[in-house]
């Protein structure tokens, strides 16, 4: 049963709702806190707070709020809410830690509560969850049913599920090949959230789930169109990790776009604000990294990134395979690539689900240049004739563009020089007008090689210094950076009253005192200077010394508190039932993807536990102040774009948040603030 609160426990809530309806999440989650520790939480307060809690970036507390609440519920027969609490821990459990096994325990929780006569909101919701569940184990026709009940359940009880149940129904479209239906319901869908008719996490969950699906189809002009549609969104309203799946979606568009400066700059700033939500899912932007380094020249960080993707359970490839191309190891990049499409990983990625053809396409291209450098043209042929089929079926110009270079390669490589340059060219022109530099320059000299063949030097040299010349750009070009004032007033971060004067380049706007406004000045008056954000906190506190004192003295405290452990705990016991099902069910499919869940998490606790079981510790006043900080910085930027998007995507670019955090302006940029 819930506890009654205590008398002196009103303010506090009163003090945490108040926040929370501000956006100030932060402070709402320090109120339920102290609210909890005064007297307790009632039902509806314990939904509120698990909501705050995800808000303010702490992952663990909202999942553990809502099983805390489905037992509440639980004890005083409230069958339909604990069903739709524990509807919530899979939520999360789904799409920030991509462990489906326990995803599946808390279905089978919910399942066994709700009454299958009436349709609630938790009945919609349960088929939204249970569609992801399906669609990322590869599970393409159940995955349809349930889609179809979110859409019906949710338009009678709630939107936020439907539109979710749409999204789903629009990518297994595509899945089937339904190309065209699928890219106009996506489009409804994205439409539907823009509308402003949902609450933040679904309309986030929304514009992430279009633009996945967009990038796994290669369809990249729109997936930039949504992703620009998210930023805007997200500026004012993003919660919990969807700033940094935003980040991961936008890089994903400058690597495409040859501006892989800018792209590693937005995949680190991503990893920095994904860490305390995603656990195996960090692999995504790890991976994202990778392929960046790799086109920069970066071969050790590419493999760096690729490798900790790889230790987190994530899938690696292509990526690894073509680092191993680039270092010269010819043979172990070809085992490689030939061991992912033979039994491809069991990761449940969003933009890729598993047994679809078209997470094997970046496989075949792959293995079709491995196989040409390895002399192997049986190989080749096979990969790049399935790899035209699969662009045949999705209809996209970009993976058109792939399966040419593919086809030139194997031409060129049985002694067709000429049609191999005809394909080559052709793959020239469709990547140049996808508005993909690096594939173009890539297609470049290969076109020239072909050439060379027939004898046209000119035309060799004329195609060589071009892609030459392309890729020099791409691996050495800089950061973008703003252009110079266009007045001779200079930039400007000054407090005046409950106000900040703020001027660039030229344009002068006036900004709210804010807990953000004072991190900004710190950093942009000490250009290049890591601030730890311990002394950001107490510079900013009414009592530095006690502030400072507080987070100096001794150790902070396990890697892993007790709490963590129990739910770690918690997990893999959902993850060993669930293997002991596949079991029994004989579905070997669902046994490996668990079994590699369990793995995953046995490493993680690993990590965090030493030899002899002795705690490895880490400063949890540094984690609670980090939330705190990167909250209120990046809302703050959000509000200064809204006001200059110049200065706002400076800022956005240049400030860097995470436990410490630093303003790293362009070096070769004059950067002088006036504070």
């Not at 809502?66 to 789904?94: I, P, Q, T």
């Not at 709630?158 to 339904?178: E, K, N, S, T």
């Not at 200059?644 to 240049?654: K, Q, V, W």
Request: glycine content about 8%; charged content about 25%; hydrophobic content about 45%.
């Amino acid at each position: 049963m819930s506890v009654t609160p205590a008398a002196g426990d009103g303010s506090a809530l009163d003090q945490a709702r108040s926040a929370a309806a501000r956006g100030a999440w932060a402070d709402a989650y320090a109120g339920y806190l102290a609210a909890q520790e005064a007297g307790g939480l009632g039902p509806e307060d314990l939904a509120d707070f698990a909501g705050v809690a995800y808000a303010a970036g702490h992952l663990d507390v909202a999942i553990e709020t809502w099983e805390r609440l489905h037992g509440v519920l639980s004890g005083l027969g409230e069958d339909n809410g604990a069903a739709a609490a524990a509807v919530r821990v899979a939520m999360h459990l789904l799409f920030d830690t991509a462990l489906m096994a326990p995803v599946r325990g808390w279905l089978r929780r919910a399942e066994r509560l709700l009454d299958p006569a009436p349709a609630t909101p938790a009945h919609a919701w349960f088929a939204a969850v249970r569609t992801f569940e399906r669609l990322l184990s590869g599970d393409l026709d159940a995955a349809r049913d349930w889609a179809a009940r979110a859409v019906e359940t949710g338009s009678r009880t709630d939107p936020a599920a439907a539109a979710i149940g749409r999204v789903a129904q629009a990518r297994l479209m595509v899945l089937d090949g339904d190309v065209e239906r699928g890219l106009e319901l996506l489009g409804d869908a994205g439409t539907a959230a823009m509308a402003g008719d949902l609450d933040a996490l679904s309309t986030g969950v929304v514009y992430c789930e279009v633009v996945c699906a967009l990038q796994g189809l290669a369809q990249y002009d729109l997936a930039e169109q949504w992703t620009e549609a998210m930023e805007r969104w997200a500026r004012a309203n993003a919660i919990g990790s969807l700033h940094g799946r935003c980040r991961v979606h936008r890089a994903e568009i400058l690597r495409l776009r040859g501006q892989c400066a800018n792209a590693e700059q937005q995949v680190l700033l991503a990893c920095d604000e994904l860490r305390p939500y995603v656990r195996r899912e960090l692999g995504w932007p790890l991976t994202e990294l990778g392929r960046i380094r790799l086109r920069r020249g970066d071969l050790t960080g590419a493999e760096e990134a690729l490798l900790a993707a790889h230790r987190l359970g994530w899938d690696p490839e292509p990526g690894l395979s073509l680092v191993r191309l680039a270092a010269g190891d010819v043979d172990a990049a070809a085992a490689a690539i030939r061991e992912a499409l033979a039994r491809p990983l069991p990761v449940p990625s969003k933009e890729l689900p598993p047994t679809s053809e078209l997470r094997r396409a970046p496989l075949l291209d792959a293995q079709v240049r491995i196989a040409i450098a390895g002399g192997d043209v049986g190989t080749a042929r096979t990969a790049a004739r399935e790899l035209h089929e699969v662009s045949v079926r999705f209809a996209s110009n970009a993976l058109a563009a792939s399966a040419l270079h593919a086809r030139g390669e194997v031409l060129l490589a049985e002694g067709d020089a000429g049609g191999a340059a005809a394909c080559f060219t052709d793959a020239v022109r469709t990547w140049s007008e996808v508005g993909a530099p690096y594939e173009t320059a890539e297609c470049r000299l290969r076109l020239a090689d072909a050439q060379r063949a027939v004898g046209n030097v000119r035309a060799e040299a004329f195609e060589r210094e071009a892609a030459r010349t392309e890729l020099e750009r791409i691996a050495h070009a800089p950061a973008a950076h703003e252009a110079q004032p266009a007045s001779t007033e200079p930039d400007t971060f000054v407090r005046e009253g409950d106000y900040w004067r703020v001027v660039f380049n030229g344009r002068r706007v006036t900004a709210r005192d804010s807990k953000g406004m004072h991190h900004l000045a710190r950093m942009l008056a000490a250009p290049g200077r890591e601030f730890h954000v311990l002394d950001l906190v107490a510079a900013d506190s009414d009592d530095p010394d006690a502030a400072a004192g507080l987070v100096r003295v001794g150790d902070a405290g396990p890697l892993l508190d007790d709490r963590a452990k129990q739910m770690y705990g918690r997990r893999l016991a959902e993850i060993e039932d669930d293997i002991k099902e596949a079991r029994a069910d004989n579905d070997i499919a669902r046994r490996e993807q668990t079994e590699l869940e369990r793995e995953f998490l046995i490493n993680e606790l690993a990590r965090a536990v030493g030899l002899g079981g002795r705690d490895r510790h880490a400063g949890v006043a540094s984690e609670r102040a980090r939330a705190a900080v990167t909250q209120a910085v990046r809302k703050t930027i959000g509000r200064l774009h809204e006001a200059s998007p110049a200065l706002g995507d400076h800022l956005d670019r240049t400030i860097r948040t995470g436990t410490y955090c630093a303003y790293v302006p362009d070096p070769r940029v004059p950067s002088g603030w006036s504070t």
